[in-house]
């Protein structure tokens, strides 16, 4: 019987085949976000303008995702919970006193689809703050 001889590592797979995987991740990650939260934090994550800033009625306008918002400054596990119950709900618990027009996206979107958003938005980040997030995940996990 002839022997049955495996060559795993002798046949050449490009790169990108390793990233696509991730790179589908992603792109379906920005799809949801385009579908669902562009509309106030902006196509290029770049928020809406004075989001420092209350209005009239005590709301801020909606933060910037990229580097210069405050996104990063928070573990996963709170944006989670942000993004599916709404920013006021997360905010109360918290005891904090801040209005959020943030509303909640759980009935829309599965934990999942939220995920892939979250991990969109942090690979858009640079190193130097999507490390710290990634510890500040962690450590909120431990």
């Known amino acids: 019987m002839p022997a049955l001889v ?4 002798l046949v050449p797979v490009p790169a990108a085949a390793f990233l696509h995987a991730s790179e589908t991740g992603t792109d379906s990650g920005r799809a949801l976000y ?5 509309a106030c934090h902006g196509v290029d ?4 303008p004075d989001w420092r800033s209350p209005d009239a009625n005590g709301l801020y306008p909606a933060p910037p995702h990229d580097e210069t918002g405050h996104t990063w400054h928070h573990d996963d596990a709170m944006l989670i919970d942000y993004i ?6 997360v905010l109360d618990d918290m005891g904090v006193t801040f209005t959020s027009g943030m509303p909640g996206f ?3 979107l599965g934990q999942g689809e939220i995920e ?3 991990d969109y938005i942090k690979s ?3 190193e130097h703050i999507r490390d ?3 510890q500040r995940s962690n450590a909120a996990v431990d």
């Open 6 to 9: 495996v060559l795993i590592g």
């Open 116 to 118: 892939a958003i979250l």
């Open 106 to 108: 759980g009935s829309v």
């Open 132 to 134: 710290p997030q990634a």
């Open 84 to 89: 599916a119950r709404g920013g006021q709900a």
């Open 124 to 126: 858009t980040w640079p």
């Open 34 to 38: 385009v579908e669902h939260c562009a």
């Open 45 to 48: 994550l770049e928020g809406q």
